[in-house]
Nanobody, 125 residues
Framework: QLQLVESGGGLVQPGGSLRLSCKAP????????MGWFRQAPGKEREGVSC???????NYAESVKGRFTISRDARGNTAYLQMNGLKPEDTAVYYC???????????????????WGQGTQVTVSS
């Protein structure tokens, strides 16, 4: 079973930045489509961003222009750079992955096979 490990969450003031990271120890993720979802208290889980094996990307409208998803040169680690954070970005952020070595696009639907445990992001003054 693929284990995804997120890091980089924390407490930040409005307007601040955080960078989330996601990797699977001992596993090469170069053939996996990857993404980030989030869930705030009392709200449904929502897709934030995703990236394909060829680095095609998608973003939720609420984060466009503020968040950037990327992956390292070998595709083994995915990142979510979050700038201009707002209180409404407060949520648990989950890294996700699906085996998909061919598709140049990625999906924002929550039908990913592999999910991390989540990392808390809190935006507050």
């Amino acid at each position: 079973q693929l284990q995804l490990v997120e890091s980089g969450g924390g407490l930040v003031q409005p307007g601040g930045s955080l960078r989330l990271s996601c990797k699977a120890p001992g596993v090469t993720l170069g053939s996996y489509m990857m993404g980030w979802f989030r869930q705030a208290p009392g709200k449904e889980r929502e897709g934030v961003s995703c990236i394909s094996v060829t680095r095609g990307t998608n973003y939720a409208e609420s984060v466009k222009g503020r968040f950037t998803i990327s992956r390292d040169a070998r595709g083994n680690t995915a990142y979510l750079q979050m700038n201009g954070l707002k209180p409404e970005d407060t949520a648990v952020y989950y890294c996700v992955a699906n085996w998909n070595p061919r598709s140049p696009i990625c999906t924002m639907e929550p039908n990913y096979t592999h999910w991390g445990q989540g990392t808390q992001v809190t935006v507050s003054s």
